[in-house]
């Protein structure tokens, strides 16, 4: 089992920028950032593989950047150029796996932190 906790989260204005972080309890294990807003489904945003591979929603490329620091057991997710489309609880994910790549596929995750709030408006 791995703990996953996010942090980071909060209220801006469109155009700006914001880091999130997941801290997370094993370094064994695949990881991806997915979002909900309200009213609809849970979607993923960005995953990133054991050989550091990325995948993308269409909706956030070339705006996020995912990155994991193995040295200190954290997920981070670059965002700029927010826009209000954005707002959404966004949710670190993880799959256990030494070996995997990049997935932002809802299916392949099986444990999830309790979300972080982003708002921009």
């Known amino acids: 089992h791995v703990q996953l906790v996010e942090s980071g989260g909060g209220s801006l204005q469109a155009g700006g920028s914001l880091r999130l972080s997941c801290a997370f309890s094993?370094?064994?294990?695949?990881m991806g950032w997915f979002r909900q807003a309200p009213g609809k489904e849970r979607e993923g945003v960005a995953g990133i593989g054991s050989d550091g591979t990325t995948t993308y929603a269409d909706s956030v490329k070339g705006r996020f950047a995912i990155s994991v620091d193995n040295a200190k057991n954290t997920l981070d997710l670059q965002m700029n150029s927010l826009k209000p489309e954005d707002t959404a609880m966004y949710y670190c994910?993880?799959?256990?796996?030494?070996?995997?790549?990049?997935?932002?596929?809802?299916?392949?995750?099986?444990?999830w932190g309790q979300g972080t709030q982003v708002t921009v408006s």
């Open positions: 094993k370094d064994t294990f695949c």
């Open positions: 994910a993880a799959r256990p796996g030494i070996f995997c790549s990049a997935s932002a596929r809802l299916s392949d995750y099986n444990h």
